[in-house]
């Protein structure tokens, strides 16, 4: 299946291979960086580019290319997810995936590597079962090999792998167990200009962070489980148990781990917790234009809305901006024509505003006054969607374990500005 | 501590000091310390006698292979470390190994008998990762050590060492493909298995070596929809596209019914404009006739099975097991149920942006099959200013698909929008997409021209140019309506610069010059000005409107057409020369002109139809969804074609699997519990035919699952149970199936002891100390829990067999008128698995009420227990009463002393057990039994001879000799127990064979055999 995995960096260098099968020369990554060149965005290179002889699968993130060769059919989704899982495995390595922690890490990369694949197809992709093969590295660890000289390498042999529930360790022991839960929701939003909404979703997660002993059983209920429109689960999750009652039950991994994805049925109406009022204008013929935006909460049910941060790709014409925020900082890039505006919390007593003036290039043409206005944020201790865990119940083991249930509301796609043609003008 | 390490150490420090002067840095590498002398250095550490110098050299040797530098050299050096006792180290020398055992091929045959030697090893993990490491050595001339090795892995005890085997298949088929027949036979071997664990990893070697040997399946294919849930996220993908195939070759269409709406249907009102009429009625007449003759269709239960199965893991959170899983309902669900697959698509959607990218262009294709499915989710396919332009223009391909009456309006709004956005390739794209939407959709065609003709005042040049060609194509379909916009589109030749619109401007007032003759004229006199500076394309379009002009209106434009091929003629671009040529031979008469010129008119103003706007991603779907050759839109090397349904159902028998061989026992609990609920299945169950019994079994299967599924729920304690257990419902339906039919053996067993006629393999075991039930069953890891649950789970289920021998416990006359009786009823006793159940029998033969009978005073030996049996506190004359009372004979013979009490006597009586009473219900396979059997000899067998008279030479005589001796019922076994019953037949009568089951503490001794015509057996 997977040939070989070559990881290049943004400058274009190969700067780790790894082979499966027999040796496949670099310079098949030649195509890759035709395609490349060709791309105007580093994300625009096509996942999936047909080579007279293989075929080449990429995935990007984080500013690295992971190029997997492939020779024959084989789902493209297949490599792509495997690639996604590689990467997901070194930051839970290394804590960063970037060239120097992979460059750094080189031998533990290539052991997970090896136990990662058996001949192109995947063998051990848990993350437990790995970090029992192989342990992560750590400051400690490092200092502690290189003086005794001993290995990373786990010595026992991977039970895990024979168990009927492989994606947990077996003998853990922790002497404070605790179980966490994050409900984050992402709010995905088209909005008008005017302010009404063209699309919005909520998607949220849970993700867990359970360090309990031994193999506990446990149980997750929700006050409103049929907010869950669509869900998909960690294997651990038994399904049947979910189609008939709408209860979580699981033996958990060990560590973190994202429990449960789910999309929140778009026929709810979904709050728009952020408003965002802007104006901008350019005069025909002038060299100035006006700039003003102003930002105000909106449903949020009394929690304040933080780390609120504003974009908008100006138009190419704009160039300089020279404006006043009445709290936080604003940057522009003349080069890209990127403004953005560290706004930090919304203060509902007294809004935020960006205004001021724009300059123009000279004898440019009017430029579009509609830009897209992307904007971030977090609001804590609220999940938007009304979602509520209504108990976490644990059976198997004795101990009482502490629970925790955080829940945190952020913005995932959420753009806005742009003018929608009204439909009388489109049947005009 | 040594000197000899003293040294080691002193020289691990200075190297460690001096390690980055190694220069594994590539900048220093190779210009300034020779690799010679580089490896010179990590040689010595390789055979220092230090594990760390080892794995510090290693290291660097891997780092090394990272980073694609050479170090084929070390390969001796490193070699010589494959035994070290250092795990890392040894891995280590793994990677390098398998990475330059190519190159170095006889080099790398050093190393081979370690791991023959690690092939042996007790320790399952130790044999799966010396296998794993041989198999991937690519050296032919180890090809028949590594066969070797993969059949005798495909036939290890641990399922992971069989994993490790399937991954080999494919390894060694690309090292020989000649060893291709020989491996299909370990494949079949292997897909015969039934843990999950190599579920997966045979059916990839299977897609890899032999996927043409689709009959491999048959026998194989309930088991493989049982087992899927259980398989591993990547094993279920290469599992489900293997049986989207195989469904394909067995299964009927599932939409024959319905194919005929579907092409009415087809909102795209493409017939009107490309499909003639006739076509269109014939078509549809065969597909009546067709329709006519087929049966109403009947979904195979296998086919049905095989969509329930899958259906859950739409659920997944790997975006390849939910796209797998929407192919197969793509390709296999009736048209009602395909919609479910459109939600957890949609859900991909907010993946990563190169999952995003597969999904749309699936997405885009299922779009033209079966739009209806995404219309509720058209929301999602939005654009977002920060999607990337690969994105952006799968959505837009997929809102078009979409678009119908009903929506057109909300999506051309959604367009306008697009229009605005800074990304250009985008905006040329959105441009395509009103036009297509425009060509689908009647209704909107005007309105979506006078949008473009908007857009054709735009700044934007590129948008203008996109705006004309598309609008040349939307023009060609009612042309005399718009003269004005051709006009409006005259004038634009005077500023836009894109050649590609400008070539269509020119075109269309060539083509509709008696629309506009006034104008076309005057166009041809500007053209001919610029001629010599315009584009290939543009040039040949000139020429075209010349010849287009001087055959409708030669008068005022004969001299331009001279001018404009005079141009063309000494042109750069052989094209452009050729097509002046050859239009002017054609267009201007002269007296060489050949017959073709009277024609002229006819060649170039035919009337031409219009262009079809549609969908690249139209067609596809004849690729397999989701796989590379669909993406890529060509067959990828090594696409399995996704055969079309075949006309007439395959036989579905082939998938029968006579004697399910094996029951699962990972839900023993709620087996037991069903199993009391359900009534017995008629007698003619039995016989029923394949695929009767496939449709009871899913019938039951469905009535069943909440009953379960509750069950379940009730018991929070089941923890230590996997998620198999409740998923595997379907398995459990048909093991219970069985299970029943064992059971209704039993009971019949009791009436007429042999049951010859009887398909099902049983036996029953009486040992000397305990009661052995022997099924056959699947192998289970976990022998010991699995002991104890199924004894549990007897409790109910065994009846007593064969008929009961009374023993005399207390005679009516000693007893002073209190008969008492027992008999060992083979019954589990329930309050305790460890004790033997033993029925007693009370009778009274006075003529007073006996009162308040007990037990008391029990005298037993260390170890043995006793239950007694609840006080009766009346019985009147001339009644009998029955209980049960339990003892734990610990396996001995010794007898329990105890007193039976009544209000006025005591009794001492004494229970001993015969030999063959002892007994506990234990599951085992075939293989287990045989391999107990082979470990009871000596002191725990029992022989006894039995003279047959000359009356009893058949068969079945001695059967019931033997029987009756041995104090066993019967049943059926498999062919090999049976041969062993006619070889000692064969002997005179003679039967010893010695039977049991060996548990640690006990031993068991007995008589098991089998007996009847074995249907199974080929």
Redesign the interface.
């Given at each position: 299946?997977i040939h070989s995995l070559f990881l290049v960096n943004s400058s274009g260098d190969?700067?780790?291979?790894?082979?499966w099968?027999?040796?496949v020369s670099?310079s098949v990554c030649d195509y890759f960086f035709e395609a490349q060149e060709r791309a105007?965005?580093p994300?625009?290179v096509?996942?999936?580019i047909?080579t007279p002889h293989h075929?080449l699968i990429?995935?990007?993130?984080h500013r690295i290319y992971f190029v997997a060769v492939?020779?024959?059919?084989?789902?493209?989704?297949?490599v792509?997810?495997?690639l996604?899982r590689v990467v997901d495995t070194f930051q839970d390595y290394f804590g960063l995936c970037t060239e120097a922690a992979i460059k750094d890490n080189?031998?533990v990369?290539?052991?997970l590597l090896?136990e990662m694949l058996?001949?192109g197809?995947?063998?051990a992709?848990e993350s437990n079962i790995l970090k029992e093969l192989i342990k992560p590295p750590t400051i400690l660890r490092t200092v502690v090999n290189?003086i005794t000289?001993s290995?990373?390498?786990?010595?026992q042999?991977?039970?895990g792998?024979?168990s009927?529930?492989?994606w947990r360790r077996t003998g853990v022991k922790y002497t404070n167990n605790e179980a966490y839960f994050d409900v984050v929701e992402e709010i995905?939003a088209?909005i008008d200009k005017s302010g009404s909404t063209?699309?919005a979703?909520i998607?949220g997660v849970i993700d867990a962070c359970v360090k309990l002993t031994g193999?506990?059983?446990l149980?997750l209920s929700f006050m409103n489980p049929r907010l869950l429109?669509?869900?998909?689960?960690?294997?651990?999750v038994?399904?049947?148990?979910w189609?008939?009652?709408r209860?979580l039950?699981f033996?958990p991994p060990d560590g973190n781990f994202?429990l449960l994805?789910y999309?929140v049925s778009?026929q709810n109406l979904v709050a728009i917790p952020v408003y965002v009022k802007h104006n901008i204008t350019f005069r025909e013929g002038s060299s100035q234009g006006r700039f003003e935006l102003t930002l105000g909460p909106k449903q949020t049910m009394g929690k304040a809305v933080e780390s609120v941060l504003v974009s908008s790709?100006l138009?190419?014409g704009v160039l300089n901006a020279n404006l006043n925020a009445s709290q936080g900082t604003y940057t522009f890039d003349p080069v890209t024509k990127l403004l953005t505006w560290d706004v930090g919390k919304i203060n509902p007593q007294k809004l935020p505003s960006l205004k001021g003036s724009m300059s123009l290039q000279a004898g440019a043409?009017k430029p579009?006054e509609?830009p897209?206005i992307?904007i971030q944020f977090k609001i804590q201790q609220m999940a938007i969607s009304g979602l509520k865990v209504n108990r976490l119940?644990m059976?198997?083991e004795k101990y009482k374990p502490f629970k925790g249930i955080k829940y945190m509301t952020k913005a995932g796609?959420f753009?806005t500005g742009?003018?929608?043609?009204h439909?009388s003008c489109?049947?005009? | 501590m040594s000197s000899g390490s003293g040294f080691g150490d002193e020289k691990?420090g200075s190297s460690?000091v001096g390690e980055p002067e190694y220069g594994h840095d590539p900048a220093s590498g190779g210009i300034f310390s020779s690799d010679y002398k580089r490896h010179d250095d990590l040689k010595e550490m390789l055979d220092s006698n230090?594990?760390?110098l080892k794995?510090e050299a290693m290291?660097r040797i891997?780092?090394m292979?990272?980073?694609?530098k050479n170090a084929s050299d070390l390969f001796p050096a490193v070699v010589k470390n494959v035994a070290c006792k250092?795990?890392?180290v040894k891995?280590?020398v793994?990677?390098y190994l398998v990475?330059y055992a190519?190159e170095q091929q006889d080099l790398a045959l050093l190393s081979i008998s370690t791991f023959q030697r690690g092939l042996k090893d007790p320790?399952?993990?130790?044999r799966a990762s010396a296998l794993?490491v041989l198999?991937?050595i690519?050296v032919t001339i180890i090809v028949p050590i590594m066969m070797l090795a993969i059949k005798e892995a495909a036939s290890d005890m641990?399922?992971?060492v069989r994993k490790?085997a399937a991954?080999?298949i494919?390894?060694l088929y690309?090292l020989d493909p000649e060893q291709k027949d020989q491996l299909i036979e370990v494949i079949e071997k292997l897909l015969a298995d039934k843990t999950t664990?190599v579920a997966g990893?045979v059916v990839?070697a299977f897609e890899e070596v032999c996927p043409e040997r689709i009959d491999l399946i048959h026998k194989n294919y309930r088991k493989l929809c049982n087992l899927l849930?259980d398989v591993?996220?990547?094993g279920q993908?290469v599992i489900i596209?293997m049986l989207t195939r195989y469904a394909r070759t067995q299964f009927l269409n599932p939409n024959v019914n319905v194919k005929s709406d579907l092409i009415k249907s087809n909102p795209l009102g493409e017939k009107a404009f490309y499909g003639s009429d006739d076509e269109e009625g014939k078509e549809e007449k065969a597909e009546a006739a067709a329709l006519a003759k087929r049966k109403p269709y009947v979904m195979d239960p296998d086919h049905r099975l095989l969509l329930r199965n899958t259906k859950?893991l739409l659920?997944?959170?790997?975006?390849?097991v939910?796209?797998?899983v929407a192919q197969l309902y793509f390709h296999l669900a009736p048209k009602a149920e395909v919609g479910v697959i459109a939600?957890?698509l949609?859900?991909l959607m907010?993946s990563?942006?190169?999952?995003q990218?597969?999904?749309l262009q699936n997405v885009a294709t299922m779009t033209i099959k079966r739009r209806g499915m995404f219309e509720p989710y058209l929301?999602?396919f939005?654009i977002?200013?920060?999607d990337?332009?690969?994105i952006k223009i799968l959505k837009l391909e997929v809102l078009t698909n979409l678009a119908n009456e009903t929506n057109i309006?909300?999506i051309?709004?959604?367009f306008?929008?697009y229009i605005?956005s800074?990304d250009k390739?985008f905006v040329a794209a959105t441009i395509q997409a009103i036009g297509r939407c425009a060509t689908n959709i009647g209704e909107v065609r005007d309105?979506c021209l006078?949008?473009l003709v908007q857009l054709l005042s735009n700044?934007d040049e590129l948008v203008v140019a996109e705006s004309v060609v598309v609008i040349k194509k939307l023009l060609q379909m009612q042309p005399e309506q718009h003269s004005d916009i051709i006009k409006h589109m005259a004038k634009l030749t005077d500023n836009i610069q894109v050649p590609m619109a400008r070539a269509s401007i020119l075109w269309l007032i060539g083509e509709y010059c008696e629309h506009v003759p006034k104008i076309a004229p005057d166009v041809l006199r500007k053209m001919a000005k610029t001629f010599t500076n315009e584009e290939d394309i543009v040039k040949l379009q000139i020429i075209n409107l010349a010849a287009k002009l001087y055959l409708t209106n030669s008068k005022q434009t004969k001299l331009l057409t001279q001018y404009v091929l005079n141009l063309a003629k000494y042109d750069q671009n052989y094209d452009i020369r050729d097509r002046a040529r050859f239009i002017r031979q054609l267009i201007v008469p002269t007296d060489k002109s050949g017959a073709l010129s009277k024609y002229a008119k006819k060649l170039f103003l035919a009337l031409k139809p219009a262009p079809v706007l549609e969908s690249p991603f139209k067609d596809r779907d004849h690729f397999q969804l989701?796989?590379?050759?669909h993406?890529?839109n060509?067959k990828?090397?090594?696409?399995?074609e996704l055969p079309d349904w075949p006309e007439t159902a395959p036989d579905p028998s082939v998938r029968n699997v006579e004697v399910p061989e094996w029951t699962k026992c990972?839900s023993r609990e709620k087996r037991k519990e069903k199993k009391v609920e359900k009534p017995f299945y008629s007698d003619s169950e039995e016989e029923s035919g394949p695929t009767e019994s496939a449709d009871s079994e899913s019938d039951s299967a469905s009535g069943s699952g909440?009953g379960s599924?509750?069950e379940?729920?009730g018991s929070?304690?089941e923890?230590?149970e996997?998620?198999?257990e409740?998923?595997s419902?379907q398995e459990d339906k048909e093991d219970e199936e069985d299970k029943r039919k064992k059971k209704k053996k039993t009971d019949r067993g009791k009436v007429k002891a042999p049951a010859v006629e009887s398909p099902e393999r049983f036996f029953f075991i009486f040992s000397r100390f305990r009661f052995l039930i022997l099924e056959v069953q699947r192998l289970a890891?976990d022998s010991c829990s699995l002991r104890t649950s199924c004894r549990r789970w007897h409790k109910k289920t065994i009846a007593p067999s064969g008929s009961v021998k009374t023993y005399e416990l207390l005679h009516r006359i000693t007893g002073e008128g209190l008969g008492v009786e027992y008999c060992f009823s083979r019954q589990p006793f329930s309050p305790d698995a460890h004790m033997v159940a033993v029925q007693i029998m009370f009778t009274n033969n006075t003529n007073a009420e006996t009162k308040n009978l007990h037990v008391e005073d029990p005298k037993l030996q260390s170890g043995m227990r006793i239950k007694e049996f609840p006080e009766i506190e009346l019985l009147p004359p001339g009644e009998m009463v029955t209980v049960v009372m339990g003892i734990d004979f610990c396996d001995s013979t010794q007898a329990a002393n105890f007193q039976l009490c009544t209000h006025i006597r005591k009794f001492f009586v004494s229970i001993q057990p015969p030999v063959g009473e002892l007994m506990m219900p234990v599951f085992m396979t075939e293989n287990e039994f045989k391999k107990e059997q082979g470990q009871l000899m000596g002191m725990n067998e029992i022989s006894e001879k039995l003279t047959l008279g000359e009356k009893c030479q058949n068969e079945h005589g001695i059967v019931q000799r033997v029987t009756s001796a041995a104090n066993v019922s019967r049943s059926s076994c498999s062919s090999s127990l049976k041969s062993n019953l006619q070889v000692c037949r064969k002997d005179g009568v003679q039967w010893d064979f010695s039977v049991g089951y060996c548990d640690g503490d006990w031993h068991n001794a007995g008589e098991g055999y089998s007996t009847g015509p074995n249907p199974v057996a080929p």
């Open positions: 299946m190969i700067f780790l291979e790894k082979h099968k027999s040796v670099r105007s965005e994300e625009n096509p996942p999936v047909p075929y990429s995935v990007l993130r492939i020779q024959s059919e084989v789902p493209p989704l297949f792509i997810e495997f996604h080189v031998v990369v290539y052991e090896e058996d001949n197809f995947p063998l992709t290189t000289g290995t990373n390498v786990g010595e042999l991977p039970t792998q024979l009927v529930v492989p995905d088209i063209i699309t979703e998607q193999m506990p059983d149980t429109d669509d869900v998909s689960f960690h294997p651990c038994r399904f049947k148990r189609e008939a009652e209860i039950s033996i994202r994805s999309h778009s790709q138009p190419r043409s579009d509609n897209t992307i119940d059976y198997g796609k753009q742009m003018q929608r043609p439909v489109v049947k005009a | 691990g460690s230090k594990d760390s794995l290291k891997v780092a292979i990272a980073r694609g250092n795990i890392e891995k280590l793994y990677v990475r190519e320790n399952q993990l130790i794993r198999s991937s690519r641990s399922p992971y490790t991954h080999a494919p390894k690309s664990l990893s990839m849930i591993e996220e990547w993908v596209n859950p659920q997944s959170r790997n975006a390849a939910v796209m797998a939600k957890a949609v859900r907010r990563h942006s190169e999952v990218y597969v999904v929301k999602s939005y977002r200013s920060t990337p332009t690969q309006s909300t051309l709004r959604e306008q929008t605005k800074m390739d309105t006078n949008g700044r989701g796989s590379l050759s993406l890529l060509a990828a090397g090594g696409y399995q990972s909440s599924e509750s379940e729920s929070g304690s923890s230590e996997s998620r198999e409740s998923e419902e890891s």
